[in-house]
């Protein structure tokens, strides 16, 4: 069995120097298939990630009065954290607000100058609180409407809701873009490699009528081509492997700059994923380059 499959083997690797040209074109076709493949997974992880850092940014604040004691501010807080459709509540004081504002423009020293002109902290306590589910936020927002509290002295129930279906929407859209891309490009590479089989028996087509003669089984024949569609789609995966994280070393530093604090790393997320990435986009290009190899070789080696 060792010495048919190198035999096997041997005829494959014939097959594809024999026809170097057109086995570096099918080569190509399957890269670029690859590559269209990983560019929608690298923008799902985008988007995913983003989606993601929306939905836990998303909070509402109730802003108290100034003259508000804490035991008054812990006790209405207790009372919203004990919400089912509350994640978290989270206490911010005068002095908790007044640094985050002084984080927050830091390079504006004309609005920090001013703060200081007032002599006194100008900022209200509030109670930010952070929903169980985004989907909640509608029925959160009534909940909340409804709180009777003389300390409450605004509520801000900015809802971030549209913003998410802005990232779905687009998201939604280049996905069924990528997918015709794919699609165009699976089929193209179908096409390629079947021409790819046929040309590569019509090269061996009296080698195949001598093994006809000498006894040689349907198998024995089949075989080689189909070997030579799997070390086709090897090597396709092989440079896409090779190029993928350069791609993605030059890509990553945008993403950073781009998107400040949402954590994205797609460097990361296919080093982590390696195996699943390429293994499942190895074993299925190869099983449709089979496919397509099969129906080449049944139609055109008359076995």
């Known amino acids: 069995m060792f010495l048919t499959f190198l035999r096997i083997l041997k005829f494959s690797l014939q097959d594809i120097s024999r026809n170097v040209w057109l086995s570096i074109i099918t080569v190509t076709i399957l890269v ?25 940014k998303i909070d509402l604040s109730l802003y ?15 009372r919203i954290t004990s919400m089912e459709m509350v994640k ?21 020293p004309e609005i920090l100058q001013a703060i200081l002109e007032l002599g006194k902290n100008p900022l209200s306590p509030s109670l930010l609180i952070v929903p169980e589910d985004v989907d909640m ?42 997918f015709i891309i794919i699609i165009i490009f699976v089929a193209t590479s179908l ?5 790819s089989i046929k040309v590569a028996i019509y090269t061996h087509k009296k080698e195949i009528e001598i093994m006809k003669l000498v006894g040689a089984s349907n198998m024995f024949i089949y075989l080689p081509f189909l070997f030579s569609s799997v070390i086709y789609t090897l090597v396709a995966t092989l440079i896409i492997i090779s190029i993928s994280f350069p791609l993605l070393g030059v890509l990553q530093p945008y ?7 949402y954590n994205i790393n797609v460097i990361s997320y296919f080093a982590n994923n390696f195996w699943m990435i390429f293994g499942l986009q190895f074993l299925g290009i190869s099983l449709v380059n089979v ?11 008359k076995v």
Do not use: C
Not at 64 to 78: C, D, M, Q, Y
Not at 255 to 261: G, M, S, T
């Open 255 to 261: 993403l950073e700059i781009f998107f400040v604090d």
């Open 88 to 108: 978290t509540t989270t206490y911010i004081s005068k002095q908790d607000a007044l640094e985050f504002f002084r984080e927050r423009n830091k390079d504006n």
């Open 32 to 56: 670029l298939t690859m590559l269209s493949i990983n560019t929608m997974l690298v923008l799902r992880v985008i988007s995913d990630n983003a989606v993601f850092a929306i939905k836990e």
């Open 64 to 78: 108290l009065k100034t003259e508000a004691s804490e035991p008054e501010i812990f006790e209405l807080k207790n």
């Open 191 to 195: 096409l390629v490699v079947y021409n």
């Open 137 to 178: 936020i509608p029925d959160l927002i009534e909940q909340l409407r409804a709180v009777d509290s003389n300390i409450i002295e605004s509520r801000d129930f900015s809802d971030n809701r549209m913003l998410l279906e802005k990232i779905n929407n687009i998201t939604d859209k280049i996905n069924d873009v990528g």
């Open 291 to 301: 496919i397509a190899s099969y129906l080449a070789v049944n139609k055109y080696s």
